[in-house]
């Protein structure tokens, strides 16, 4: 199996989407179909069950995401240590959730007009890891949301957005101009992996311990709206499909858009990145 496979499998297990994943990959669908194909003949399993709503793992293909996820990880390891004994100009982000954000397309044209020389290396993570990879020195600079442990780490804060229950759109309360956690007590909510940061997963809660099905990428939060009614919280004001309606929570404190670094790191690359994210979000 290739590296490259895995990761073309990773994506479409957590877009559950064949369209989506080809879009994050930013390649045609066809060739990704062919792979993802070819990798089950290599396995000698299935790996997922297709239909015209997307796609669903099956076991085998469970097991596979999270031993792919791992390996990936340590070929991220791999390469930055070989970089960092190499010598070489890299920095490598990592960024949380959407990557259509408009800030962070304003910070990379910003950042390549002042440092066209620098090679930029993105790592994106799923919902279960707030700091994207930093503590384990898989990044060097994060594009992240708070709250999480900042323990040992410096965080900038960039914006901050107010927060919206996501509904689906025939919901009883999607008709709603404003919401209040309170209303929504009885209903069922992402919840993420055990051993995922408790400050984040506090905050998505509302504050308070919930039951619902357990969720590592955006796209299976919205997969759960959809086929089961679950609800969970989002940032306002981003685009999501027709299907889905974000409805503003009067009580839940703004999410805070976040750039997150090691403690002490004299990086100039790190404080440079900073320093250009700062003014690209105050746009």
């Given at each position: 199996?290739?590296?490259?496979?895995?990761?073309?499998?990773?994506?479409?297990?957590?877009?559950?989407?064949?369209?989506?994943?080809?879009?994050?990959?930013?390649?045609?669908?066809?060739?990704?179909?062919?792979?993802?194909?070819?990798?089950?003949?290599?396995?000698?399993?299935?790996?997922?069950?297709?239909?015209?709503?997307?796609?669903?793992?099956?076991?085998?293909?469970?097991?596979?995401?999270?031993?792919?996820?791992?390996?990936?990880?340590?070929?991220?390891?791999?390469?930055?240590?070989?970089?960092?004994?190499?010598?070489?100009a890299t920095l490598t982000?990592?960024?949380?959730?959407?990557?259509?954000?408009?800030?962070?397309?304003?910070?990379?044209?910003?950042?390549?007009?002042?440092?066209?020389?620098?090679?930029?290396?993105?790592?994106?993570?799923?919902?279960?890891?707030?700091?994207?990879?930093?503590?384990?020195?898989?990044?060097?600079?994060?594009l992240t949301r708070a709250?999480?442990?900042?323990?040992?780490?410096?965080?900038?804060?960039?914006?901050?957005?107010?927060?919206?229950?996501?509904?689906?759109?025939?919901?009883?309360?999607?008709?709603?101009?404003?919401?209040?956690?309170?209303?929504?007590?009885?209903?069922?909510?992402?919840?993420?992996?055990?051993?995922?940061?408790?400050?984040?997963?506090?905050?998505?809660?509302?504050?308070?311990?919930?039951?619902?099905?357990?969720?590592?990428?955006?796209?299976?939060?919205?997969?759960?709206?959809?086929?089961?009614?679950?609800?969970?919280?989002?940032?306002?004001?981003?685009?999501?499909?027709?299907?889905?309606?974000?409805?503003?929570?009067?009580?839940?404190?703004?999410?805070?858009?976040?750039?997150?670094?090691?403690?002490?790191?004299?990086?100039?690359?790190?404080?440079?990145?900073?320093?250009?994210?700062?003014?690209?979000?105050?746009?």
């Amino acid at each position: 199996m290739e590296l490259r496979t895995l990761r073309y499998f990773v994506a479409v297990a957590e877009e559950l989407h064949f369209g989506r994943a080809a879009t994050r990959l930013h390649m045609s669908q066809p060739p990704l179909s062919r792979a993802i194909k070819q990798l089950e003949a290599d396995v000698g399993a299935l790996l997922l069950t297709r239909s015209p709503m997307g796609v669903t793992l099956t076991p085998v293909g469970t097991v596979l995401l999270d031993e792919a996820r791992a390996l990936l990880d340590h070929a991220d390891r791999v390469r930055a240590r070989v970089g960092a004994a190499a010598g070489a100009a890299t920095l490598t982000v990592g960024i949380l959730g959407d990557g259509t954000d408009p800030g962070v397309s304003r910070l990379a044209a910003a950042y390549r007009r002042n440092h066209p020389g620098i090679d930029i290396r993105v790592r994106d993570t799923d919902l279960t890891d707030p700091t994207c990879g930093l503590r384990a020195g898989l990044v060097d600079v994060a594009l992240t949301r708070a709250p999480f442990d900042e323990t040992a780490l410096t965080v900038r804060v960039l914006r901050s957005d107010p927060v919206g229950v996501v509904l689906r759109a025939d919901d009883p309360l999607a008709h709603r101009d404003t919401l209040r956690l309170a209303e929504l007590s009885d209903r069922r909510w992402f919840q993420f992996p055990q051993g995922t940061d408790p400050l984040w997963q506090s905050y998505w809660n509302g504050g308070r311990l919930r039951e619902g099905p357990v969720v590592r990428a955006v796209q299976e939060c919205l997969q759960a709206v959809l086929w089961n009614g679950t609800i969970g919280l989002a940032p306002f004001g981003h685009d999501l499909p027709e299907e889905f309606v974000v409805v503003r929570l009067t009580d839940m404190e703004p999410s805070r858009v976040v750039a997150v670094w090691n403690e002490g790191d004299s990086n100039a690359l790190v404080r440079s990145f900073v320093e250009t994210a700062t003014a690209a979000y105050r746009q």
